[in-house]
C-alpha cells in the first residue's frame, strides 16, 4: 500500500508543484483530481486535461511521474451520475468517460466517483433508476481495464432535505452497486459518523475495496446529547 492525498486540496497549483511537494512530504503517490474545471466546490479541482487528453499531455504525466517516483493511485472525479437534469447527467457520464480513458492511457486501475441520487425519487426509485443507467458505464471501464471505485461518501448536501445524497453510503446498499460491477473506495470517516463501526466493514468487502481514503473525524458526545435533545 502506498500513501497519497487526493490533489483536490491543491485547486490552484498545476499537478507538477503538487508532485515535486508530495515527494518532498514522503508521499508516495497521488489521486488526481480531474473535474472540467475548478469550480466554487472545495472538493473539486482540475488537474489533468482528460476531455481531449493528448499525446503530448501523456508524455508530461509520464516525466512527471518517471521524475518524481510517485504513482497515480486514481483519478478523481466525484459527481452525482443519477442527476436529475438530463443534460447535466449526460455531461458528467461523458466527463467520467473521458477520465476512464485516461486512466486507460496512463495504466491507472481505477477511477473514482459517486453513484449520486436523484432526490425526487425513492432510494427504491433510485436503485431502479441506476439499474438502466449505470451499467454502461461499468461496461465501458471494464473494456479499458478499469474498475470504477465508488466513495461511500453521504453528501446530505445533494438533497434538499438533508438525506444522504449517495447512494454508497451504507454497507445494505454497496451489495446492489457491486452486483452492478461497481468497486469501494472505502472512507471510514463516513461509515463513523453514521454510526456505522468501519472496522466491521472490511473483511466482507475486502475483494471490493480498490482504493481507500481517510480524514480524522470527531464525535462530539456533547453535540450528540444536544441533538438528541432538541429532536425530543
Not at 492525498?5 to 507538477?16: E, I, S, Y
Not at 479541482?45 to 521524475?67: C, I, K, M, N, Y
Request: aromatic share 8%; net charge negative.
Amino acid at each position: 500500500m502506498k500513501l497519497g492525498f487526493l490533489t483536490a486540496c491543491l485547486p490552484g497549483l498545476p499537478l507538477d508543484e503538487i508532485a515535486e511537494w508530495a515527494v518532498a512530504e514522503g508521499y508516495q503517490a497521488l489521486e488526481v483530481a480531474v473535474w472540467p474545471s475548478t469550480g466554487g466546490r472545495d472538493f473539486e479541482a482540475s488537474h489533468l486535461p482528460v476531455a481531449g487528453f493528448t499525446d503530448a499531455d501523456e508524455q508530461r504525466t509520464r516525466e512527471l511521474l518517471d521524475r518524481t517516483g510517485l504513482t497515480i493511485s486514481s483519478l478523481a472525479y466525484y459527481e452525482n451520475n443519477l442527476h436529475p437534469d438530463p443534460a447535466t447527467r449526460e455531461s458528467i457520464r461523458t466527463h467520467l468517460k473521458h477520465a476512464i480513458d485516461t486512466a486507460a492511457r496512463l495504466g491507472v486501475d481505477s477511477v473514482g466517483t459517486f453513484i449520486g441520487r436523484d432526490p425526487r425519487l425513492s432510494v427504491l426509485g433510485n436503485l431502479r433508476e441506476g439499474e438502466k443507467a449505470l451499467p454502461e458505464l461499468v461496461e465501458h471501464a471494464g473494456e479499458r481495464g478499469v474498475k470504477i471505485v465508488i466513495e461511500n461518501c453521504v453528501m446530505e448536501g445533494w438533497h434538499p432535505d438533508g438525506y444522504p445524497g449517495n447512494l454508497a453510503y451504507s454497507p445494505e446498499l454497496w451489495e446492489w452497486m457491486f452486483d452492478l460491477g461497481f468497486y469501494l473506495n472505502w472512507d471510514p470517516s463516513h461509515l463513523t459518523w453514521v454510526g456505522i463501526d468501519p472496522l466491521e466493514t472490511i473483511e466482507p468487502y475486502l475483494d471490493r475495496i480498490v482504493h481507500t481514503q481517510a480524514k480524522d473525524v470527531e464525535l462530539s458526545r456533547q453535540s450528540a446529547t444536544a441533538t438528541a435533545t432538541s429532536a425530543s
